[in-house]
């Protein structure tokens, strides 16, 4: 039996569509090798898929420009030209704007400044003004920020200090006291325990009284 024919319109189920492109694109590859190979012919294919993912084949390797260039000459058309046209004007704009913006540095710089005008140096001399105004308003806005915050650890360091003093002496006097108590002549034991543990002293002739 022969391979039934399919109907050429677009697949509507994604995924059939995905696997259908993957083989349809392999094997237009694969011919443009075999006719590349087999006639000794020039070949360049170049597919976008949907996602925007780009499959290109050429042979010989990096001569697409070469083959575009026969098939201009041959055919008489250009392909992209409009799109040629206003990338090429757009690169010139931006060369332009970029050279024009390099003069600007220079006379920022003070230099190339001899072929301006009168107005032009007014113009140049108002701009920098008010760029050194902007950089001063801003060097003491920082200043006053590093001052602020300078202040601030200062105030916590002498906190920090004032506490490692009032800790220390209290160590200080905790260990002196604790000194006292132990040491030769550094005061009663018995004076220091509570009313109901002291020792009562015993008095003479209590058990002749009794």
């Not at 087999?38 to 976008?48: F, N, P, T």
């Not at 201009?72 to 050279?99: C, F, I, P, Y």
């Not at 060097?139 to 105030?155: A, F, I, S, V």
């Amino acid at each position: 039996m022969g391979r039934g024919k399919i109907e050429i319109r677009r697949i509507e189920n994604s995924n059939n569509r995905q696997v259908t492109y993957s083989k349809r694109r392999n094997g237009l590859i694969k011919k443009a090798k075999e006719i590349a190979v087999l006639c000794d012919a020039k070949v360049s294919v170049v597919i976008l898929g949907s996602s925007g993912k780009m499959h290109d084949f050429c042979c010989p390797p990096n001569s697409l420009v070469n083959i575009l260039d026969q098939y201009h000459t041959q055919s008489g058309k250009r392909l992209w030209e409009a799109r040629h046209e206003s990338l090429s004007g757009e690169v010139d704009r931006m060369k332009k704007e970029n050279d024009n913006l390099q003069i600007k540095l220079r006379h920022l710089k003070g230099q190339d400044i001899a072929s301006l005008n009168y107005r032009e140096l007014m113009i140049l001399e108002d701009g920098l003004e008010n760029g050194l105004t902007c950089i001063r308003n801003q060097k003491d806005e920082l200043m006053k920020t590093y001052r602020r915050n300078q202040k601030l650890l200062e105030e916590e360091n002498r906190e920090l200090h004032f506490h490692l003093q009032q800790r220390d002496a209290v160590m200080a006097e905790s260990m002196r006291m604790a000194g006292a108590g132990s040491g030769e002549g550094g005061g009663d034991y018995n004076s220091q325990l509570p009313f109901a543990f002291r020792v009562q002293p015993i008095q003479p002739n209590m058990q002749e009284r009794i």
